[in-house]
């Protein structure tokens, strides 16, 4: 299994939204509402964002929100704040009932 | 309070083994998966497996199976991930985490990471 595929980089200014991309097959992304992110920001453990394509766990700021489409899902960080600088991972659950992570996005607020 | 505490640094040289711990505390250890993801210096993170610990069911990707073993003792709440002889190529932060939320979360918990080291 291939790890998912993510921009190397997406930057915005305080206040603006980005969005990351994260495209999988039909063998994961597209076949499983089993999709999570994770943002890590430098020297910590990852910590989930959102899972099961659109949720978020408890304090997690709504500024977070969660898609998908076919094969592709998308993690969208509106008003962005110098806070959120990280490095965001998306993963998904596979037919080989394994889970698999995306190559990472790294978040730079201008 | 869910508290997963990981074993310290490791230096080793090739071809040794090793065993990093993962313990688990503040919740049912046997009841959620728990799994271990690599990150290699400068790089993204990798899942590796993981071990129900209620029933030792183990699940490896690909890229990892037969390279690492993945056990739990359920009697101390502890996971492991072993290597039998390692390469310069291991050289990596390891972190374990569970799925306390439910098995469709992915990893809600995490360790604070192991550094493994492995130079001659």
């Known amino acids: 299994q291939s790890a998912l595929t993510q921009p190397p980089s997406v930057s915005g200014s305080p206040g603006q939204s980005v969005t990351i991309s994260c495209t999988g097959t039909s063998s994961d992304v597209g076949s499983y509402n089993r999709v999570s992110w994770y943002q890590q920001p430098p020297g910590t453990a990852p910590k989930l964002m959102i899972y099961e394509v659109t949720n978020r766990p408890s304090g997690v700021p709504d500024r977070f929100s969660g898609s998908k489409s076919g094969n592709t899902a998308s993690l969208t960080i509106s008003g962005l704040q110098a806070e959120d600088v990280a490095d965001y991972y998306c993963s998904s659950y596979t037919s080989s009932s394994t889970w698999v992570f995306g190559g990472g996005t790294k978040l730079t607020v201008l | 309070e869910v508290q997963l505490v990981q074993s310290g640094a490791e230096v080793k040289k090739p071809g040794e083994s090793l065993k990093i711990s993962c313990k688990g505390s503040g919740y049912s250890f046997t009841s959620y998966w728990i799994g271990w993801v690599r990150q290699m210096p400068g790089k993204g993170v990798e899942w590796m497996g993981i071990?129900?610990?209620?029933?030792?069911?183990?699940r490896y990707s690909p890229s990892f199976k037969g390279q690492v073993t993945i056990s739990a003792d359920k009697s101390i709440t502890t996971a492991y991930l072993h290597w039998s002889s390692l390469k310069a190529s291991d050289t990596a932060m390891y972190f374990c985490?569970?799925?306390?939320?439910?098995?469709?979360?992915?990893?809600?918990?995490w360790g604070q990471g192991t550094l493994v080291t492995v130079s001659s």
């Open positions: 071990i129900f610990p209620g029933d030792s069911d183990t």
């Open positions: 985490a569970t799925s306390y939320g439910g098995p469709n979360r992915g990893f809600d918990y």
